[in-house]
T-cell receptor
């Protein structure tokens, strides 16, 4: 398996523009996570999907952020409008939730977003 | 929510030295993982270790779930071991909560 695939790897955009980050989880995994990493706040969970359904979006900073998972192999994180304080590295991760618990989570290579 | 504390926050090692990184967590957990974030920012899985001891080459990890801590051992450190080591625990709601990391620099 190619692992978790994120695109783009780098994104530079102007304040006010819409930004869309993409993620393809590992085939067979049923849970998907979006994380954001900054120097100030470290790694923080934004939203968690299980079987394509958003389970916990309490980490989404505000209404400018939205995430979708239309099918088991694709998810997007959208920021509209973007602001300079959204600059960070955004990671997508996937794992398998089974009756006994949760298996190992794997992370994509991240998208480094810079909003100028 | 669950608290994850890692120590020491920063560590400088001479190449060839051994070290121990510690992760304390505030509540019972169902899962614990160690990651290495390399200088390019990639998060590399090291161990999936909810309990017990595992070894992978020069790295090993031990989790004592009943006492709510985990240890990561680096033996014979190399410059490629530099980076940030993260401990992440799975709380009851299936989310991974991360510590702030151990910044490790190995100097030749």
């Amino acid at each position: 398996d190619a692992g978790v695939i994120q695109s783009p790897r780098h994104e530079v955009t102007e304040m006010g523009q819409e930004v869309t980050l993409r993620c393809k989880p590992i085939s067979g995994h049923n849970s998907l996570f979006w994380y954001r990493q900054t120097m100030m706040r470290g790694l923080e969970l934004l939203i968690y999907f299980n079987n394509n359904v958003p389970i916990d979006d309490s980490g989404m900073p505000e209404d400018r952020f939205s995430a979708k998972m239309p099918n088991a192999s694709f998810s997007t994180l959208k920021i509209q409008p973007s602001e300079p304080r959204d600059s960070a590295v955004y990671f997508c991760a996937s794992s398998l939730v089974v009756t006994e618990g949760v298996t190992e989570a794997f992370f994509g290579q991240g998208t480094r977003l810079t909003v100028v | 929510g669950i608290q994850v504390e890692q120590s020491p926050p920063d560590l400088i090692l001479q190449e060839g030295a051994n070290s121990t990184l510690r992760c304390n967590f505030s509540d019972s957990v169902n899962n614990l993982q160690w990651f290495h974030q390399n200088p390019w920012g990639q998060l590399i899985n090291l161990f999936y270790i909810p309990s017990g001891t595992k070894q992978n080459g020069r790295l090993s990890a031990t989790t004592v779930a009943t006492e709510r801590y985990s240890l990561l051992y680096i033996s014979s450190s190399q410059t490629t071991d530099s980076g940030v080591y993260f401990c992440a625990v799975l709380a009851g709601n299936n989310r991974l909560a991360f510590g702030k990391g151990n910044q490790v620099v190995v100097i030749p």
